[in-house]
Protein backbone atom coordinates (compact mmCIF):
# COMPACT_ATOMS: atom_id res chain seq x y z
CA UNK A 1 0.00 0.00 0.00
CA UNK A 2 3.15 2.29 0.32
CA UNK A 3 3.86 2.19 -3.05
CA UNK A 4 0.76 2.87 -4.33
CA UNK A 5 -0.45 5.76 -1.94
CA UNK A 6 2.92 7.31 -2.63
CA UNK A 7 2.02 7.27 -6.30
CA UNK A 8 -1.56 8.62 -5.94
CA UNK A 9 -0.29 11.50 -4.03
CA UNK A 10 2.30 12.17 -7.01
CA UNK A 11 -0.54 12.48 -9.31
CA UNK A 12 -2.69 14.34 -7.01
CA UNK A 13 0.26 16.84 -6.32
CA UNK A 14 0.86 17.39 -9.61
CA UNK A 15 -2.72 17.80 -10.23
CA UNK A 16 -2.40 21.37 -8.05
CA UNK A 17 0.57 22.30 -9.59
CA UNK A 18 -1.40 22.88 -12.70
CA UNK A 19 -4.14 23.53 -10.65
CA UNK A 20 -3.57 25.36 -7.46
CA UNK A 21 -7.34 25.59 -6.79
CA UNK A 22 -7.92 22.20 -7.44
CA UNK A 23 -10.33 21.03 -4.71
CA UNK A 24 -11.04 17.35 -5.57
CA UNK A 25 -7.68 16.79 -6.01
CA UNK A 26 -6.88 18.45 -3.13
CA UNK A 27 -9.94 16.04 -0.75
CA UNK A 28 -8.11 13.15 -2.07
CA UNK A 29 -4.54 14.18 -0.40
CA UNK A 30 -6.82 14.33 2.70
CA UNK A 31 -8.37 11.16 2.04
CA UNK A 32 -4.43 9.68 1.69
CA UNK A 33 -3.60 11.39 4.87
CA UNK A 34 -6.81 10.18 6.61
CA UNK A 35 -5.75 6.70 5.77
CA UNK A 36 -2.32 6.84 6.88
CA UNK A 37 -3.69 8.64 9.85
CA UNK A 38 -1.55 11.40 9.64
CA UNK A 39 -4.02 14.47 11.03
CA UNK A 40 -1.91 17.05 10.54
CA UNK A 41 -1.67 16.71 6.74
CA UNK A 42 -5.68 15.64 6.71
CA UNK A 43 -6.40 18.81 8.30
CA UNK A 44 -3.65 20.86 5.94
CA UNK A 45 -5.27 19.72 2.94
CA UNK A 46 -8.65 20.40 4.24
CA UNK A 47 -8.19 24.18 4.92
CA UNK A 48 -6.04 24.77 1.76
CA UNK A 49 -9.34 23.14 -0.26
CA UNK A 50 -11.56 25.68 2.39
CA UNK A 51 -9.23 28.60 1.55
CA UNK A 52 -9.60 27.84 -2.54
CA UNK A 53 -13.30 27.38 -2.20
CA UNK A 54 -14.95 28.82 0.95
CA UNK A 55 -18.34 27.77 -0.99
CA UNK A 56 -17.39 24.44 -0.85
CA UNK A 57 -19.55 22.81 1.74
CA UNK A 58 -17.28 19.00 1.90
CA UNK A 59 -14.38 20.48 2.90
CA UNK A 60 -15.98 22.36 5.70
CA UNK A 61 -18.10 19.54 6.98
CA UNK A 62 -15.06 16.92 6.95
CA UNK A 63 -12.92 19.58 9.58
CA UNK A 64 -15.68 20.09 11.49
CA UNK A 65 -16.54 16.54 11.78
CA UNK A 66 -12.29 15.97 12.53
CA UNK A 67 -12.99 19.05 15.35
CA UNK A 68 -15.83 17.10 16.86
CA UNK A 69 -14.16 13.65 16.92
CA UNK A 70 -11.29 15.26 18.38
CA UNK A 71 -13.88 17.17 21.35
CA UNK A 72 -12.22 20.62 20.02
CA UNK A 73 -15.66 22.11 19.91
CA UNK A 74 -14.41 25.88 19.58
CA UNK A 75 -12.86 24.81 16.27
CA UNK A 76 -15.46 22.79 15.28
CA UNK A 77 -18.08 25.93 15.82
CA UNK A 78 -15.73 28.14 14.22
CA UNK A 79 -15.44 25.93 11.15
CA UNK A 80 -18.99 25.63 11.05
CA UNK A 81 -20.03 29.36 11.31
CA UNK A 82 -17.56 29.81 8.75
CA UNK A 83 -19.22 27.51 6.35
CA UNK A 84 -22.75 28.78 6.94
CA UNK A 85 -21.16 32.52 6.54
CA UNK A 86 -19.89 31.60 2.96
CA UNK A 87 -23.18 30.02 2.18
CA UNK A 88 -26.15 31.34 4.08
CA UNK A 89 -28.84 30.34 1.83
CA UNK A 90 -27.45 26.43 1.76
CA UNK A 91 -29.51 24.12 3.92
CA UNK A 92 -26.60 21.93 4.37
CA UNK A 93 -24.24 24.93 5.70
CA UNK A 94 -26.71 26.05 7.97
CA UNK A 95 -27.59 22.30 9.34
CA UNK A 96 -23.98 21.97 9.63
CA UNK A 97 -24.24 24.44 11.94
CA UNK A 98 -27.06 23.38 13.63
CA UNK A 99 -25.90 20.25 14.90
CA UNK A 100 -22.51 21.39 15.78
CA UNK A 101 -24.33 23.71 18.21
CA UNK A 102 -25.95 20.93 19.41
CA UNK A 103 -23.00 18.78 19.53
CA UNK A 104 -21.15 21.68 22.02
CA UNK A 105 -23.95 21.88 24.35
CA UNK A 106 -25.34 25.29 22.67
CA UNK A 107 -29.05 24.65 22.94
CA UNK A 108 -30.55 27.72 22.07
CA UNK A 109 -28.38 28.77 19.40
CA UNK A 110 -28.52 25.22 17.78
CA UNK A 111 -32.15 25.69 18.02
CA UNK A 112 -32.29 29.10 16.66
CA UNK A 113 -30.31 27.88 13.31
CA UNK A 114 -32.56 25.24 13.52
CA UNK A 115 -36.10 27.72 13.23
CA UNK A 116 -34.03 29.81 10.71
CA UNK A 117 -33.86 26.86 8.78
CA UNK A 118 -37.74 26.13 9.05
CA UNK A 119 -38.22 29.80 7.44
CA UNK A 120 -36.08 28.88 4.20
CA UNK A 121 -37.86 25.18 3.95
CA UNK A 122 -41.32 25.30 5.60
CA UNK A 123 -41.73 21.99 3.85
CA UNK A 124 -38.94 20.25 5.01
CA UNK A 125 -39.48 16.94 6.81
CA UNK A 126 -35.65 16.60 7.63
CA UNK A 127 -35.77 20.31 8.95
CA UNK A 128 -38.30 19.78 10.91
CA UNK A 129 -37.68 17.15 12.69
CA UNK A 130 -33.87 18.28 13.63
CA UNK A 131 -35.16 21.55 15.22
CA UNK A 132 -38.05 19.27 17.17
CA UNK A 133 -34.88 16.95 18.49
CA UNK A 134 -33.19 20.33 19.51
CA UNK A 135 -36.41 21.77 21.51
CA UNK A 136 -36.30 18.39 22.81
CA UNK A 137 -33.06 18.03 24.26
CA UNK A 138 -33.68 21.61 25.82
CA UNK A 139 -36.98 20.10 27.08
CA UNK A 140 -39.04 22.39 25.18
CA UNK A 141 -41.63 19.06 24.71
CA UNK A 142 -44.39 20.98 23.63
CA UNK A 143 -42.89 22.81 20.57
CA UNK A 144 -41.19 19.58 20.07
CA UNK A 145 -44.25 17.83 19.44
CA UNK A 146 -45.94 20.58 17.46
CA UNK A 147 -42.69 20.36 14.77
CA UNK A 148 -43.03 16.41 14.48
CA UNK A 149 -46.43 16.33 14.27
CA UNK A 150 -46.45 18.78 11.26
CA UNK A 151 -43.33 16.24 9.80
CA UNK A 152 -46.21 13.96 9.91
CA UNK A 153 -48.84 15.95 8.33
CA UNK A 154 -45.89 16.63 5.68
CA UNK A 155 -44.91 12.99 5.12
CA UNK A 156 -46.96 10.51 7.77
CA UNK A 157 -44.40 7.69 6.82
CA UNK A 158 -41.16 9.44 7.68
CA UNK A 159 -39.46 7.31 9.40
CA UNK A 160 -36.93 10.45 11.94
CA UNK A 161 -40.09 11.89 12.62
CA UNK A 162 -41.65 8.78 13.68
CA UNK A 163 -38.67 7.91 15.51
CA UNK A 164 -38.80 10.99 17.29
CA UNK A 165 -42.10 11.37 18.47
CA UNK A 166 -41.56 7.48 19.99
CA UNK A 167 -38.71 9.37 21.66
CA UNK A 168 -41.00 12.12 22.26
CA UNK A 169 -43.50 9.96 24.00
CA UNK A 170 -41.05 8.09 25.75
CA UNK A 171 -39.53 11.05 27.57
CA UNK A 172 -42.94 12.07 28.63
CA UNK A 173 -43.78 9.32 29.96
CA UNK A 174 -40.46 8.61 32.04
CA UNK A 175 -40.95 12.03 33.55
CA UNK A 176 -44.48 11.57 34.64
CA UNK A 177 -43.53 8.24 36.29
CA UNK A 178 -40.49 9.54 37.82
CA UNK A 179 -42.20 12.64 39.49
CA UNK A 180 -45.38 10.16 40.50
CA UNK A 181 -42.70 8.18 41.94
CA UNK A 182 -41.06 10.67 44.01
CA UNK A 183 -44.32 12.03 44.87
CA UNK A 184 -45.54 8.34 46.37
CA UNK A 185 -42.28 7.79 48.62
CA UNK A 186 -42.56 12.12 49.88
CA UNK A 187 -46.04 13.12 50.15
CA UNK A 188 -44.46 16.18 51.64
CA UNK A 189 -42.63 17.05 48.14
CA UNK A 190 -44.42 19.38 46.95
CA UNK A 191 -42.47 20.04 44.15
CA UNK A 192 -42.24 16.20 42.97
CA UNK A 193 -46.09 16.42 43.43
CA UNK A 194 -46.79 19.16 40.72
CA UNK A 195 -44.34 17.14 38.15
Known sequence: MGKETAAARKRFESIIEQ??????????LADLAAVEKNDK?????????????PKALQPHIRLTNFYLTKKEFTKALAQAQEAASANPESLGALNLLGTTQMAAGDKAASIATFSHMTQKAPQSPGVLVQLALAQISDKQFDAARSNLKKTLQINPDFPKAQEALIHWNW?????????????????????????
Open 19 to 28: DKNNISAMMA
Open 41 to 53: DYVNWLEKAVKAD
Open 171 to 195: LITSRKLHAALRAKSNPNNQVAARL
